[in-house]
């Protein structure tokens, strides 16, 4: 397991780093417009959407049952019920493409409020107006809205990839195997990335929606289905409902909410900032996101991928010994990881953003890097929720992370609200930081209820005595940020090379500042990792 981690650490590092390089790409080519704007607001409900059932009944609800199974010898039951799922959902998506084409005009008008303009509804704009929530204005914009719902019908038909690969990356992951899903982002991210930069020759904005057909084709399912028949994968004409196949359903309907509650806050703060700010807040917004998202889907989803099959099967054969110690390992390794990106995150905020987005003016660099600042709150909470969402998902629990989970979208919505009239883009950030904690607290708490017993007091250490190491790595950071804004000529804001420098050397001496302390004060977590890491990359050499 421990070297799963490793592997799915580096492999969702490259997604995550290709998914920055996709928006970068996209902020190169439309920066802070409404084009910009356009394409992450068609991205709102498919994404939302393979989050819902892809990201979580298939992730989730399939693996346990899966896993079961083939823990009992029962192979053959287990490909029958891969096979009858397989068909269903096939049969699902392309029903789900095609009514999101026909519908694409409608929805586009649902999530660009300020857009729609006089066609709006007059109760809502009466209740945006009251919150003070129309800072964007209410001219309306319908050539963006027709942008916006031109490349929203070539996301739909993506969602039939998406969703049948998600049945063909959680079935690899049940087979222990991660490489290929972990590729499958990366090569969808490589096609949007191609798309933006031939856009301006090819079909204009459109081009992006190419890019995300093509790329979810052939990353999360072509690939995805070459890897599972070489490990044995077998379709079979199974289309009737199987006994394993209704418990995954009735695993998966809870899992679908559970999973997709950071979608949902971010499909709430995603509409109330194109209302709040008009041209460039969600762009903003997005930009934002997936800096601070970075750390946590590295670390956090990297970890919780391969913790996740082998809590199932310590659940499945009642080993609660393993699965205690298993879970122990995966949030103390999450927690020393996640707590000092935390905090070079926010440190390198305004600089991160200058150094990736050049082009941007002093304003946009300044709206970017304060949401992110507060965005940051919510990068351990997150790295926490999806190790404490699948350890419920693991002993067949599905019910606790959904009510928890919907706690904290009230939180989010009620907050937002709030604080989107108060502080603009910056304020949906702080409402998204105080749902996270919300959810990740509320996981924790009830799953020590449940269990009984976590290694919470070894949990509790290792914060503890991770804590100064990320102080002192902190105070380093900013030190040699100062130093180098205040002695180098363009105050770091100069060129390319100063950009660069104010980014590379302050992370640089932090890392290094942290994993001195840390090795000092003779952190398990670090000699752990060290070890996993040269075990791998010595067997790679070998």
Known sequence: MANAAILMIFATLASAVTGMFRDIAIGHVYGRTVVADAFYNAATIPDFLYFLVAGGALRTGFVPVFTELMAKGEEDRAWRTFSAIFWLLAMFSAVLAGAGMMLAEPIARFVNPSWAGGSMNESLRAFLEAMGLLGGGLEGNPDALAVCAQIMRLMFPAQIFFLLGGLLMGTLNARKHFFWPAMGPIIYNSAIIAAALLAPILFGPTTLGIGVLIGAGVGNFGVQVVALRNRGGRLLPVFRPTPA?????????????????????????????????????????????????????????????????????HFALGDEKRYTRDFSFGMRNVIFLTLPATALTMVLAQPSVALLWPGFSPEGIQAVSLTLWWFSFGIVPLGAVYIGARAFYARHDTMTPVWIGAISVVACFTSALWLAGRYGVPGLAMATSVSGIINAAGLLVLLQVRVGGLDGREIATSVLRVIPATLVMTAVASASLWALQSYLPGGGTGGGVERLLTVAVPLGLGALAFIGVARAMGLRELESAWRMMAKRFSRGKA
């Open 245 to 313: 196949v209704r418990r995954v359903v009735m695993l998966a309907l809870p899992v679908m909410l559970g999973l997709a509650i950071a979608e949902i806050n971010f499909a709430i703060t995603k509409i109330l900032a194109n209302a709040v700010e008009g041209e460039g807040g969600v762009s903003t917004l997005n930009y934002a996101n997936h800096l601070w998202k970075l750390p946590a889907r590295v670390i956090g989803a990297g970890i919780a991928i391969a913790l996740f099959p082998a809590l199932a099967e």
